[in-house]
DNA sequence: GGGAAGATGTTCT
DNA sequence: GAACATCTTCCCT
């Protein structure tokens, strides 16, 4: 399998469509630890104008202060006292727009994977859901605000990955604001989809 | 200073 | 399907 990395401009325009095409990349971490990498099957849309889920919505403050900055970079922050969400940094620096990348399908490390979500999960298991891949890739606060074009932590088109799955669109998960708008993405029919 | 909510995951019934 | 662990952040209930 072939990869091209991404550059800014990939993720400079409409946040909503990117969080489709992002559908079908690869995210790569090079860690100290070892290589893990997987294919982005679930997305989700955060927009700056009238949408009060957006952790931007209230102005920039120091947690979300990275999603106001250039794009494809990681917006990484910390939730429920357990879990980092990672999300992909969109549309012009100063807009506050970002793509929450909440499920991967594991293909590379997945040994690593395992050993770092700690006990027995079926591979189904590692990195279904927000919270569970930022473990399972290694993704922490550390990476807020890294570019996503190179070394160590990087998005890449891969030629390879079957690329005529069909997209489904829903209302976005595990949110109370604005639960009607319809910002999620995912590869239908795929085993790693949260839910 | 304090409280409540929060883009979740796990475990239990 | 529901309860709960766990703790940071932000705006005052």
């Given amino acids: 399998m072939t990869y091209q990395i991404i550059d800014e401009s990939y993720c400079r325009g409409d946040t909503a469509e990117i969080a489709r095409n992002l559908l079908g990349t690869i995210l790569v971490h090079f860690s100290p630890e070892g290589l893990t990498s997987g294919i982005i099957v679930e997305t989700e849309a955060y927009l700056s104008q009238n949408d009060p889920a957006c952790h931007a919505a209230r102005g920039k403050t120091k947690r979300n202060a990275a999603m106001f900055g250039p794009p494809a970079r990681a917006y990484v922050y910390f939730i429920y006292g357990n879990h980092y969400c990672f999300n992909v940094v969109t549309n012009e ?46 993704i922490t606060g550390e990476h807020n605000g890294c570019p996503l074009f190179q070394d160590p932590l990087f998005i ?3 030629k390879g990955w079957r690329q005529d799955f069909d997209i489904g669109v829903s209302g976005r998960i595990g949110i109370n604001k604005a639960q009607d708008k319809q910002l999620r993405f ?10």
Avoid: D, W, Y
């Fill in 186 to 195: 995912f590869v239908k029919g795929n085993p790693f989809v949260s839910r």
């Fill in 156 to 158: 890449a088109i891969c």
């Fill in 93 to 138: 620096a100063g807009k506050g727009e970002a793509v929450l990348i909440r499920a991967l399908e594991p293909v590379k490390g997945l040994h690593l994977m395992q050993e770092r979500r700690g006990k027995n999960h079926k591979k189904t298991n590692l990195t279904s859901g927000p919270g569970k891949l930022c473990q399972a890739m290694g």
